[in-house]
């Protein structure tokens, strides 16, 4: 009696067993099956695209009061709108320090980037990057009552240079020029505040992003004819490493809005927006 007793319970015991294990195969296949948020499908599956942005950077991105609402807004803002419009999803933007936006791309947070950002061989290391969808060039922001006759890069030497965090700009600046006092900050409006207080002698910014700060400060100016070639090329959308699916989708919808002939019109409309603050 006992051993049939025995018997029984091995029984259950194998039953409820291998119940178990197929019950846990089933959930792994389910939780394998399950696509990451950031990919191609999982966006649509969410009906949502998030994006990452630095929204300091006019006209790039920038804040604009529109009807008393705090808004951002600029190029790669329509650029973004448009990205997700053809992917049937809602935009949502997240505004972030630039030198914060590829982590948050790393760790699933953001499922892209658009913040001027050029794809240089160290940020291809963390990132995914689109087709370039703008070419950039630099240029020197100073006050219009500087005395130090900055007219070329090697006026640039020993001076004091205020950059972005992270940026090509920053890399220019510690690199390029021979005992430059490196001012890093977070944005570009704090770049600026401090080129209008003296407390730097001037400021390297993306061409664009500087006239557009010249032409809103009556007291500031680029240097004229002194452009600097950093070597990258252009600015692009970045996306999370390995995450081809997406970047081949995205590379396809910018190709359509240069086709549409988008990119210009944006541009236009983000510097109306930026000469009307």
């Known amino acids: 009696m006992k051993k049939k007793l025995s018997l029984l319970m091995i029984i259950v015991m194998l039953t409820s067993l291998l119940v178990a294990c197929g019950g846990n195969h089933a959930n792994v296949e389910n939780d394998n099956s399950k696509p990451e948020s950031y990919t191609l499908e999982g966006i649509k599956k969410k009906g949502k695209l998030i994006m990452g942005t630095s929204a300091d950077y006019p006209p790039f991105e920038f804040h604009k009061m529109i009807n008393g609402e705090d808004e951002i807004v600029g190029f ?43 794809p240089d ?52 600046a510690e690199t390029e020029i021979k005992d430059a006092n490196v ?61 081809d699916e997406l970047t081949e989708k995205i590379n396809e919808i910018l190709a359509k809005a240069k086709a549409e002939g988008l990119m210009e019109q944006w541009v236009i409309e983000a510097n109306e927006l930026n000469d009307l603050e």
């Open 76 to 118: 790669d803002i329509e650029i973004g709108k448009y990205i997700a419009n053809e992917l049937g999803v809602e935009l949502e933007i997240k505004d972030m320090d630039f030198d914060k936006l590829l982590g948050g791309l790393s760790a699933g947070m953001l499922d892209i980037v658009i913040a001027a950002m050029n």
């Open 121 to 172: 061989p160290e940020r291809a290391k963390e990132a995914n990057f689109s087709d370039i969808y703008y070419e950039s060039t630099h240029s020197v922001l100073i006050r219009k009552d500087d005395k130090s006759n900055i007219v070329s890069m090697e006026d640039l030497n020993g001076k004091s240079i205020g950059v972005q965090i992270g940026t090509t700009q920053e890399k220019i």
């Open 183 to 243: 001012i890093s900050l977070n944005t570009n409006p704090d770049i600026v505040m401090n080129l209008k207080t003296n407390k730097i002698d001037c400021a390297i910014m993306e061409t664009t992003v500087a006239k557009a700060f010249a032409k809103s400060n009556d007291d500031l100016m680029l240097v004229e004819g002194l452009v600097i070639d950093s070597g990258s090329e252009g600015i692009a959308v970045a996306i999370k490493k390995g995450n």
